[in-house]
Structure formats: structure tokens, C-alpha cells
């Protein structure tokens, strides 16, 4: 729940002719929310133009005083844990998984690239949606932040002073005072992880796609070894990110990148990565930090294990993979599929990859100690994916009729729901139309809550 509604906040507020411009900013951005509503009912993904630019003139100088008045989140997370772990006993063992209320609303989710989480993050944006919940976005693009922990609060989108979020799923580097500025550090805090050698290989193949810049130090490797960039990198990593070199570092979307988003200091890559102490104490520091961290290569048990902590419905889980895998064809390149790295390889990249593999290593274990613990686990997990197959056959092919929905019965495992067809549309978002749906409810919400105060 958020604390104290917008209107509230706006009323307490000092000087009120700031706000009498942002509510005419505002009436720019409700215009604009109803040509973007006709684009998006059209089935048209619309151009963010317009849009942007009716928000940009509605900007003024006072966004400093939107943010940040409520500084003070830090609670004692691991009370908080335990009273999470408790909570999730009990709905378990209760005889009806399926009536659980007492959803829990306020959630961090710490998006790591390249490790299925533009799908998670999929999975939390219609949950916030469908319940008006508000989530901490950036203004433009995807990113709260990329190379550095801080949150600018002109990076995010408009809202009232001291206004407390629900939701964080937003690319970030996590760092836990920044983020409880915004949502309360009693906030469900969850992550996942995937094995670093694929998530590493993924992000290669990924950024080599999307994002070569030319002169970068990953442009010269690929170039050397365009023949076969998975073999060049297994044999010499450091050559397509200079782990000596600050700068480079805090720029490489290669190395630990997901410690890296995590809040791994990068600032001395090198002798930081060969400093056990150091991981370990990082290592300690993302368990005190997070209630949960969920693995992508178990990600069907790890949608179920977060609905049992969350108290959520299995529709509230339900996706179609998003930004699964890079679009073959943009490639100049030739990847190879099942690498089977030889052992000079292997020692090769444990070292390069110290810190995400020792994350990685301890998480794994926790994670399946923690699905053991869960009372008809995998019987649930065998419901889910059956129902997820039958929605991936829906969205497939929805019978072209208009009004056309795939009803899901009443089972031990579910209340009775249904998907229609905009409700898969919604699942195949990528990212970045995603964010944009969300961003433009949220901020017509907004501005709707300050002309009627
Ligand atoms: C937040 O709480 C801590 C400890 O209770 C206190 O030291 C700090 O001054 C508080 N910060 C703000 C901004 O209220
Ligand atoms: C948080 O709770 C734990 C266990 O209940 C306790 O040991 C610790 O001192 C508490 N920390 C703070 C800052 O209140
Ligand atoms: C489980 O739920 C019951 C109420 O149904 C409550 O009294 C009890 O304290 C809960 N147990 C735990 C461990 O939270
Ligand atoms: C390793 O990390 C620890 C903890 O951060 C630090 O105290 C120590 O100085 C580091 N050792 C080296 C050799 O950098
Ligand atoms: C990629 O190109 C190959 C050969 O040109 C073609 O058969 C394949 O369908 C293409 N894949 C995609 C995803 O477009
Ligand atoms: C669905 O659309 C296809 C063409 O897009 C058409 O051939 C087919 O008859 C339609 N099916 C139904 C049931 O309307």
C-alpha cells in the first residue's frame, strides 16, 4: 500500500502555484494518454513522440521537491524475512493453496541482464497494472541507472513528494539505501540468477548484436575473432573487456555483469575479482539483502516458489518468454549452441567470472534447499506448466473470433480465470513497450489524482 495518497501529499506541500503549473502540465499528458489509449486499443505500438513530449513540456523545475522526502525505509530486513518464511509455512501446509489472500504488494525485484528477467519483469508490471500499484520507472527508456548505483530522482517519472512506491523492476544497480528513498526496505526483496557461463555467452552474443560500438574494446575482439567469437572469449575473455581499466569496466556488459547489477563495486575489477575475502563478503551481503533469489534454469519452480512467498494467484504468474534469445538473422556473426568449454577454458573463465560464479554457487543450493522445504511443490509446478502450455497454445493461434478467451478451471491450485487475447498481446510486450504501457496508466493516474485535489 502506498502511504498516504497523492492528494494528501500534494495538499501538505508549500507553495501551490508549482502545482497549479504541473496540473496544467498534467492536462497536456491526459490529451496525450488519450491519443496514445486510441493508438494502443488500434493494436498499434505507437510512437513514444508525442507522448514524451507533451510530459517534457509539463516538466518544471520542482522535480526535486517531487522525491525524497521520505528518506527512511531502513527497517529490520531480517525480521522481516523471517516473518516471510513463517508466512509461507503456513500457506503451504493450509489445505487450499489456492485461497490465500494477504497478497503481498510491495516488491523489489533486483533485473539482472541476459537471466529471463525482462519476463519476470513482464509477470510484475501486469500485476501492478491490474491493481493501480505504483511502480518506481524511469521517465524514458529502461534503465534507473546503468553504471553507478545512485538514483538521480530526475530520472524518474513524475510524482508526489515523498511518495513511497509498490513495485521495483527496472533495470538498476541495486543498491539498498538508494532504493529505500522510494519503497520501504520491509519491501519482499527477490532476484534471479543464471548460470554465468550461459548468462555470459548470452550477453555476448547479445551486445555484439545490439550494442558494438565501434572502438570499444569488445568491437576490437570480435572483429579478431569474427570466425568464432564463443571460442575467442572462452580463450581470452579479458580481451573483450579490459577488467584493468576502471573506465572500461564499469562500462563491460561482460564481465560479472550480474553482480555487477547487483551492487558489486567494479570501481577495481581486476584485483576485486581475485580477492575471495571481497566475494565472500558479497556474497554474505546479497543474502542479508534479498528474501529470495530465483534461478532461470529452474524458472517454472521459481514463478511457484515466488507466488507461495508473495501469496499471489497462479494467474499472476502465468507468461510467454520475452527477449529469450537475440534474433538470429541480426547477427553477422556465427554462434556455436552447446559450447563445451575444455578445461584451460574452464580455468580460464572461473577466474573471469568470480564473483558471478560464487553468487551463483551459493544461490543455487539455497534455491533447491528452499523448493525441498515446500509441502506437493512439484505437483503444483506440474499444474502450472500445464496450464501455461494450454495459454501458449491459446496465444498461438486464438481462433481469430474477436472477444475470444481461454477460461482456466477451478483446481487445487487455481481459482478459475481467463486470458483473452490482449492479455497475450500484453504477454509478448518486449521491455520497452511494456514499461511504456505501465508508465503511461501510472502517469494518467497521477495527474488525474492532482486535478482533483
Ligand atoms: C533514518 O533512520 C536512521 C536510524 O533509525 C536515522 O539515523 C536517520 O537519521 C534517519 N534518516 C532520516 C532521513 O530520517
Ligand atoms: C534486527 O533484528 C535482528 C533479529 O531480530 C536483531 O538481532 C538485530 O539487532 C536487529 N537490528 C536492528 C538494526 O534493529
Ligand atoms: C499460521 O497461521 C495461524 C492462523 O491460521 C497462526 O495462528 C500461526 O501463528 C501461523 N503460524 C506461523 C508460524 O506463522
Ligand atoms: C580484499 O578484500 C577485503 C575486504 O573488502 C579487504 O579488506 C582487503 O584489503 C582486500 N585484499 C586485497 C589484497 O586487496
Ligand atoms: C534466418 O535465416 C535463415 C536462412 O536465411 C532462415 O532459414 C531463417 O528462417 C531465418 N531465421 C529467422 C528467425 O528469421
Ligand atoms: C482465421 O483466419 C484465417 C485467415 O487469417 C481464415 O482463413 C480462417 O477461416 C479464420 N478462422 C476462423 C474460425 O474465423
Redesign the pocket.
Request: charged share 40%; glycine share 0%; proline share 0%.
Given at each position: 500500500m502506498t502511504e498516504g495518497s497523492v492528494s494528501e501529499n500534494i495538499k501538505k506541500t508549500p507553495g501551490g502555484n508549482q502545482w497549479s503549473r504541473l496540473r496544467i502540465g498534467g492536462f497536456f499528458v491526459l490529451i496525450a494518454f488519450v491519443i496514445a489509449s486510441v493508438y494502443v486499443s488500434n493494436g498499434i505500438i505507437f510512437s513514444a513522440v508525442h507522448f514524451n513530449h507533451a510530459v517534457e513540456n509539463s516538466r518544471n523545475e520542482n522535480l526535486n521537491d517531487l522525491t525524497r522526502e521520505n528518506q527512511n525505509g531502513t527497517q529490520n530486513k531480517s525480521q522481516e524475512k523471517t516473518q516471510i518464511k513463517t508466512q509461507s509455512e503456513n500457506v503451504s501446509q493450509s489445505k487450499s493453496p489456492n485461497l490465500v489472500v494477504d497478497e503481498i504488494q510491495q516488491v523489489i525485484f533486483a533485473k539482472v541482464h541476459k537471466a529471463a528477467s525482462s519476463t519476470l519483469q513482464n509477470i510484475l508490471l501486469r500485476f501492478a497494472m491490474a491493481r493501480e500499484l505504483d511502480v518506481l520507472l524511469p521517465r524514458a527508456q529502461d534503465h534507473i541507472n546503468e553504471f553507478g548505483p545512485k538514483i538521480d530522482p530526475k530520472v524518474l517519472i513524475e510524482h508526489a513528494r515523498g511518495q513511497q512506491f509498490n513495485i521495483l523492476c527496472n533495470h538498476l544497480v541495486f543498491n539498498a539505501q538508494e532504493v529505500a528513498a522510494y519503497i520501504p526496505s520491509s519491501a519482499f526483496r527477490f532476484g534471479i540468477l543464471r548460470d554465468p557461463l550461459s548468462q555470459a555467452l548470452s550477453a555476448l552474443q547479445y551486445y555484439t548484436t545490439y550494442y558494438l560500438n565501434p572502438g570499444t574494446t569488445m568491437w576490437s575482439a570480435v572483429r579478431k575473432y569474427a570466425r568464432d567469437p564463443v571460442k575467442g572469449f572462452l580463450d581470452n575473455p579479458h580481451e573483450f573487456c579490459n577488467e584493468r581499466s576502471a573506465y572500461e569496466t564499469q562500462r563491460c556488459t561482460l564481465d560479472n555483469r550480474m553482480s555487477m547489477d547487483l551492487g558489486f563495486d567494479t570501481s577495481r575489477m581486476f584485483?576485486s575479482k581475485r580477492?575471495k575475502?571481497?566475494i565472500q563478503?558479497f556474497v554474505s551481503q546479497i543474502e542479508r539483502q534479498f528474501d529470495l533469489m530465483l534461478i532461470s534454469e529452474y524458472f517454472d519452480e521459481s514463478m511457484v516458489l515466488l507466488r507461495r512467498y508473495l501469496h499471489w494467484q497462479m494467474k499472476d504468474i502465468i507468461y510467454l518468454r520475452v527477449n529469450a534469445a537475440v534474433a538470429e538473422n541480426k547477427s553477422k556473426y556465427v554462434w556455436r549452441r552447446d559450447v563445451q568449454p575444455d578445461t584451460i577454458q574452464l580455468r580460464t573463465f572461473k577466474q573471469w567470472a568470480a564473483v558471478d560464479i560464487a553468487l551463483y554457487e551459493h544461490f543455487l543450493p539455497e534455491f533447491l534447499k528452499k523448493i525441498k522445504k515446500e509441502h506437493l511443490f512439484h505437483e503444483e509446478v506440474a499444474a502450472f506448466k500445464e496450464v501455461r502450455s494450454n495459454v501458449a497454445d491459446f496465444c498461438k493461434n486464438p481462433r481469430n473470433s474477436t472477444g475470444q478467451v481461454l477460461n482456466i478451471p477451478d483446481s487445487r491450485w487455481t481459482q478459475k480465470f481467463s486470458v483473452s487475447v490482449s492479455d497475450c498481446e500484453v504477454m509478448r510486450f518486449a521491455e520497452a513497450q511494456i514499461v511504456q504501457k505501465a508508465r503511461i496508466q501510472q502517469l494518467a493516474r497521477f495527474y488525474r489524482s492532482q486535478r482533483l485535489s
Open positions: 584485483q580477492n575475502t571481497k563478503e
